[in-house]
């Protein structure tokens, strides 16, 4: 599975931005789609996953605020960030994994990531 994220930009607090992530390959419903970040100087954390059948799981950072949800038809998972803080700024990136999982190792393939900026 190849992916490839985008929908990264510039936003003000309070803005809202919404990610994409295109996967080649005609497995895409088989996997667990997720969403990690990546702030500067930090780990790269869980966001957001969602599973074949739609069941969603976030951070509790991000609960209430983001809203995963796949399309499979198209091949494509997206990432609805709303009310965006200035703490959100990461590189984000899109990977699947067999399984539903939190952490990075569960994951067996990745994008490329995409800049989220979220300036004061």
């Known amino acids: 599975v190849q992916l490839q994220a985008s929908g990264g930009g510039l936003v003000q607090t309070g803005g809202s931005l919404r990610l994409s992530c295109a996967a080649s390959?005609?497995?895409?419903?088989?996997?667990?789609m997720g969403w990690f970040r990546q702030a500067p100087g930090k780990v790269r954390v869980y966001v957001a996953a969602?599973?074949?059948?739609?069941?969603?799981y976030y951070a509790e950072s991000v609960r209430g605020r983001f809203t995963i949800s796949r399309d499979n038809a198209e091949n494509t998972v997206y990432l609805q960030m709303n009310s965006l803080k200035v703490e959100d700024t990461a590189v984000y990136y899109c990977a699947a994994s067999s399984k539903f999982s939190r952490t990075l190792e569960s994951y067996d393939y990745w994008g490329q990531g995409t800049q989220v900026t979220v300036s004061s």
């Open positions: 969602v599973n074949w059948t739609g069941a969603k």
């Open positions: 390959g005609r497995t895409f419903n088989s996997y667990v």
